[in-house]
């Protein structure tokens, strides 16, 4: 599977949308591209995922580039409750179960 | 979507005892997941967990240091065996429910190890 690269840590001001990038220049044909958070303590939660068109839903907007190398997770309007590690995964189709969590990036959603 | 549980929900153990997690899913499922989360690191998957079958381990990780039963379709067990400092960790199980392509995770183990 396709290895990611996400920045470390992000800040966003309460109300504003967060961007959350993703690199994964060596992503094939058949991988999507998944992203999960784990908010302190819990267990990872799954937010949204795509293959070539941008997704979205009630959690978050995903938009991935047209050579597929990176995308964006968007949280429209951030709230305190969004602070967590947002996870960027890259899962060949039929193997969606298997999940490399790389580092993440830390969001810290500021009031 | 599906509920898991585990239990405990986290133990302190002595060196060289072992503990088994428990994993209850509130449907039926065909694949369960094992995965590790050490301090301060994100998740690595330990062993898939399929029902009627022996697990699948991941690179680093053997049977005899994590077995693993599956007796049906809504329930697994993870044991951690000959406990060690360096397996405290927050251990957690996931399935991939009802078709859907994304996993639910339980909300982990928290096992010390002193």
């Known amino acids: 599977d396709a290895k990611t690269t996400q920045p470390p840590s992000m800040d966003c001001a309460e109300g504003r949308a967060a961007n959350l990038p993703c690199n994964h220049s060596?992503?094939?044909?058949?991988?999507?591209v998944y992203w999960y958070r784990q908010i302190h303590s819990q267990g990872p939660q799954y937010i949204i995922h795509g293959l070539k068109n941008n997704e979205t839903n009630e959690m978050a907007s995903l938009i991935i580039t047209e050579d597929r190398k990176s995308s964006t997770l968007i949280l429209p309007h951030a709230t305190l409750r969004d602070t967590a590690v947002y996870y960027c995964?890259?899962?060949?189709?039929?193997?969606?179960?298997?999940?490399?969590f790389g580092q993440g990036t830390t969001l810290q959603v500021k009031p | 979507s599906a509920v898991i549980s585990q239990k405990p929900s986290r133990d302190i153990c002595q060196r060289g005892t072992s503990l088994t997690i428990q994993c209850q899913v509130d449907?039926?499922?065909?694949?369960m997941f094992w995965y590790r989360q050490q301090p301060g690191q994100s998740l690595t998957l330990i062993a898939t967990a399929n029902q009627g079958s022996e697990a699948t381990y991941e690179s680093g990780f053997v049977i005899d240091k994590f077995p693993i039963s599956r007796p049906n379709l809504t329930f697994s067990t993870l044991t951690v065996s000959n406990l060690s400092p360096e397996d405290s960790s927050i251990y957690l199980c996931s399935v991939e429910a009802g078709g859907l392509l994304e996993q639910f995770f339980g909300p982990g183990t928290r096992l010390t190890v002193l």
């Open positions: 995964i890259v899962v060949r189709s039929g193997n969606t179960g298997k999940l490399i």
């Open positions: 060596t992503i094939s044909g058949n991988e999507y």
């Open positions: 449907s039926q499922v065909t694949m």
